[in-house]
Nanobody
Framework: QVQLVESGGGLVQPGGSLRLSCAAS?????MGWYRQAPGKQRELVAL???????NYDDSVKGRFTISRDNAKNMVYLQMNSLRPEDTAVYYC???????????WGQGTQVTVSS
């Protein structure tokens, strides 16, 4: 089992920045962030593998940056130039290999509004 604890959400004005953090209870091969806006399906925001590969949704490329600190089992999402359409609950996700597993955090609300 892996426990994930997110922090860093909140209310920010358009054009502002937020940094999300996610702490995992142990090492995970792949960690990432998803988001779910009201009335919409959960969607991928960014992924980071242990090998350093990253993947971003087109809507956040150039604005969001995912990073990891493997020594601390942490993953971060730096969000810049935030837009109202970025408003959603953001979920940390982690995948393990031994044994295989797929885990979710409790979610943190990000609201972009003036």
């Amino acid at each position: 089992q892996v426990q994930l604890v997110e922090s860093g959400g909140g209310l920010v004005q358009p054009g502002g920045s937020l940094r999300l953090s996610c702490a995992a209870s142990r090492f995970c091969f792949k960690m990432g962030w998803y988001r779910q806006a009201p009335g919409k399906q959960r969607e991928l925001v960014a992924l980071h593998t242990n090998g350093g590969l990253t993947n971003y949704d087109d809507s956040v490329k150039g604005r969001f940056t995912i990073s990891r600190d493997n020594a601390k089992n942490m993953v971060y999402l730096q969000m810049n130039s935030l837009r109202p359409e970025d408003t959603a609950v953001y979920y940390c996700n982690a995948k393990t290999v031994f044994p295989p597993g797929d885990y979710w955090g409790q979610g943190t609300q990000v609201t972009v509004s003036s």
